[in-house]
């Protein structure tokens, strides 16, 4: 993968036509490139980044310091902040 802050290779749009194939691996390996047409930079190709699978193990790591939760700090700002009475009933029960 490319690294942050690189540099981006220019290609032109004949060369991009001609070697597609190389282009098309790096985009795979998450490289960018500046297409250029007479020389003047025409449009940035960049990869689209798909989701992945994360292992249990690496989410895990993301929480790594976060505080701990507590559920009735949560519970009571939720009663604070939400209304959960409804004002008209819009599903009325014939009687």
Known sequence: MAA???????VSVRA???DSGRITRG???GERFVLT???EPLADVIPI???RFVSTARAQQSFVGVPALDADDLRRDLDA???DELADDPWPVDE
């Open 81 to 83: 902040m939400v209304d």
């Open 4 to 10: 942050p802050g690189k540099i981006p290779p220019e």
């Open 37 to 39: 047409l007479n020389g």
């Open 49 to 51: 980044h798909r989701s």
């Open 27 to 29: 985009l795979r390996d």
């Open 16 to 18: 991009f036509v001609n």
